[in-house]
């Protein structure tokens, strides 16, 4: 089995790509970001027309979140438990269409798109943190409850845990960006001390390899991007990797998102 993720940046925006890329690759489970949608937008027939279950969760032109699958798609779960929302300047706090699961072909897969700070003083960033913290309390207490459940945290993080995930990291520190501070390499880490894996660093550790690149200052042809989309896999999912890849080329030509696929490869 083929799953993956991708932050496609608007997804009717690039509904040809989405598509091309479903027959092109084989995949069977797609965990999809920033769809920027709301539900009765979407576009279904995509992915039913390619043998694709989907699942949506989206509220208006940001955010947005969906599985599609073609091995099932099984107790569908719009947010995670206790998943904090988000109050502007004070303002009542609003969910945001940040999380989505679904059983497909036994495996729980989450799409997941993780806030993004900002900016380190801004009031996003302990949204962001909390918002992570909440989230790996919940997967501590799904392992505890079946040490042996197949679960994938899929999604953009929004955080490069290692300096060598980003172009430079000496720019970033010196212009005190997001991504890269400590509180959220922190964040991250917690993930691994419950005991999730990133499953696609081992086959994909080589020098200068991202999975986002910035459409200004010609990020993406200077290779100046970060690594910051991911699959963080439980243990008994874990075991069952033989393969991940990053698709780079999908970042190429005309209409492309920011973000690229991230594969990975099942038993």
Known sequence: ???????????????????????????????????????????????????????????????????????????????????????????????????????????????????????????????KLSWLDTLNQQAAGWLAQDPEAQVALMGDFNIAPRDEDVWDIDFFRDNNMTHVSAPERRAFEAFAETGFTDVVRPYTDTPKTYTYWDYTQLRFPKNQGMRIDFTLASPALAARVTGASIDREERKGTGASDHTPVIVELD
């Open 1 to 127: 089995m083929k799953i993956a993720t991708w932050n496609v940046n608007s997804l009717r925006a690039r509904a040809d790509r989405v598509e091309d890329w479903l027959r092109r690759s084989d995949i069977d489970v797609l965990a999809i970001q920033e769809t920027k949608c709301k539900d009765e937008n979407f576009p279904w027939e995509l992915f039913e027309n390619n043998g694709y279950e989907v699942a949506h969760f989206g509220f208006s032109q940001w955010n947005g979140v969906a599985i599609a699958s073609r091995v099932g798609l099984d107790d569908v779960e719009r947010t995670f438990g206790d998943q904090p929302a988000f109050g502007k300047g004070g303002n009542d706090p609003v969910q945001e269409a940040r999380a989505i699961a679904a059983t497909c072909g036994g495996v729980r897969i989450w799409s997941l798109y993780v806030p993004n700070g900002r900016a380190l003083e801004d009031e996003h960033m302990p949204y």
